[in-house]
């Protein structure tokens, strides 16, 4: 029964802090915005023989109950950078990557923490079809 009623309680100042913080849509920039980055690439590229593919972006967030306690799985770099990569088929890597890190207030239920990754796609040229048929 006690279960029951912090559930309740839970979920009713989830919804409540939902509502006073206005709409949450993470595809939006928003919240508090640090540690702003850019870097080359994220992995080592040996070559020049890569097709650009488009440019993506990926995310992985943690949410901290009253600010201070992790609830869900802490900030992700790699998850953030495989999300962007699986968005564009045939990718392999990304490349002129930008990252930065935003906070977003749920008063007074917390924070949700989030690591935003945006960059160009990359990927094997393909096989000319004589090739591709000797295979």
Partial sequence: MIRIQICLLLSFIFITAETCSGSFNRADVGGRV????????????????YLELGVSSGESSVFFLFGIIPVTNPLNMDYALSEAV??????????????????????????????KVKGTVIGSPTQAPSEAGKK
């Fill in 34 to 49: 640090t540690s702003t980055q850019v870097i080359d690439s994220a992995t080592i590229i040996r070559s020049k023989d």
């Fill in 86 to 115: 699986q968005k564009i088929p045939g990718g392999k890597s990304l490349i002129k990557i930008k990252y930065w890190h935003e906070t977003h207030l749920f008063f007074p239920v917390g924070t949700i923490s989030v690591l």
